[in-house]
């Protein structure tokens, strides 16, 4: 590290007087010329924010789907399904019981059973075979989505928030003063704050399981060579089956957080897959530090592109997609084949 400090001493202080502008841009005061440049420092901080806390979602839904696409290679395009099926069967639960962390462990272990029942009846028979993984999935994600508009109809729903994270709390932005000299003071929904602590938290509970434990490194290496792996004594099928159901049980976790943040309805299960998708390949497959970079990335774009200019604001995405695969098709933080 003290190398890399003393062999690139520019690139640092580029990094010094960047992040210096990023703390003046939140912290003061704007002069009008910035103001009448890039409008009121109320709406760049909340796009910020925004685009941050959305990037928390979308890491929620895409640390799943590195795990199960990513990291085993199991082409899996009905995540968006247990997304939303994890979403539906929270929020009944949620109703009957009263108790929003009743729905949310309701819908992480109901995606993560059907995730289990996915990797045995499905892709531990067809191990390796990617297009027919893509073709049977898709059929998995079509007909899923028939049967919960059947079940659930075409309504959308919304979650209550509970009462201790609800509300908005103050930050430490100071967007205007008042001409008596009082400073207006930017506050913030608490449920999206506590949605990116939630995804930091996920994030770092996963990369600490992946690099840091025995069953990671099972993982990891089953991955590389199953065949030894399997020759060792390890249970490979029961090993893959556990980081399936827990792909999946993120996927119903977030459905449920997702849900409440914004809401549930048909059509969900397709945005999230996409979103998905769009993240593991920007950020690298199976990193689980390159799903974060590429949910944060994705997350600030869609919010910048939806405030700034909403008719092109979606090209946004695909700009950086097609940027980071010009300059890394493995992905900001993938291994190169």
């Not at 929620?60 to 899996?76: I, Q």
Request: net charge positive; glycine share 12%; no cysteine.
């Amino acid at each position: 590290m003290g190398f890399a400090l003393k062999k690139h001493p520019v690139a640092i202080v580029v990094y010094v007087v960047l992040a210096a502008l990023v703390a003046w841009l939140f912290l003061a005061l704007w002069p009008q010329w910035l103001i009448g440049l890039i409008g009121p420092k109320k709406v760049l901080v909340n796009t910020i924010f925004n685009g941050v806390t959305l990037a928390g979602l979308y890491f929620l839904v895409a640390s799943g789907f590195t795990l199960v696409f990513g990291l085993m290679r199991n082409v899996n395009l009905a995540h968006g399904s247990l997304y939303l099926f994890g979403a539906y069967i929270g929020y009944e639960a949620a109703d009957m019981t009263g108790s929003w962390l009743i729905g949310v462990a309701a819908g992480f272990l109901a995606s993560a059973l059907v995730g289990v029942l996915l990797q045995f009846f499905v892709f531990r028979r067809m191990e390796g075979d990617d297009l027919r993984q893509t073709l049977v999935t898709i059929g998995i994600s079509i007909v899923g989505a028939d049967l919960m508009l059947a079940v659930f109809s075409g309504n959308t729903y919304q979650f209550t928030i509970p009462a201790w994270i609800d509300g908005a709390v103050p930050t430490p932005i100071v967007t205007a003063v008042k001409s008596d000299g009082t400073s207006v003071i930017m506050m913030y929904p608490l449920y999206r704050l506590v949605v990116l602590a939630t995804a930091v938290a996920i994030g770092i509970a996963l990369w600490l399981l992946l690099n840091r434990t025995r069953i990671g490194m099972m993982i990891r290496a089953g991955v590389d060579d199953r065949a030894m792996l399997s020759a060792s004594g390890v249970n490979v099928h029961m090993v893959f089956a556990i980081v399936f159901a827990i792909g999946a049980g993120l996927a119903g976790f977030a459905g449920v957080v997702g849900g409440t943040a914004l809401s549930i309805a048909p059509g969900e299960d397709v945005r999230y897959l996409l979103a998905s998708l769009v993240v593991v390949i920007v950020g690298g497959m199976g990193s689980i530090t390159g799903a974060a970079i590429g949910a944060l990335l994705i997350g600030l774009a869609e919010q910048v592109g939806l405030a700034y200019f909403p008719t092109y604001g979606v090209v946004l995405t695909f700009v950086i997609m097609v940027v980071v695969l010009a300059f890394r098709p493995q992905g900001i933080m993938g291994r190169a084949a």
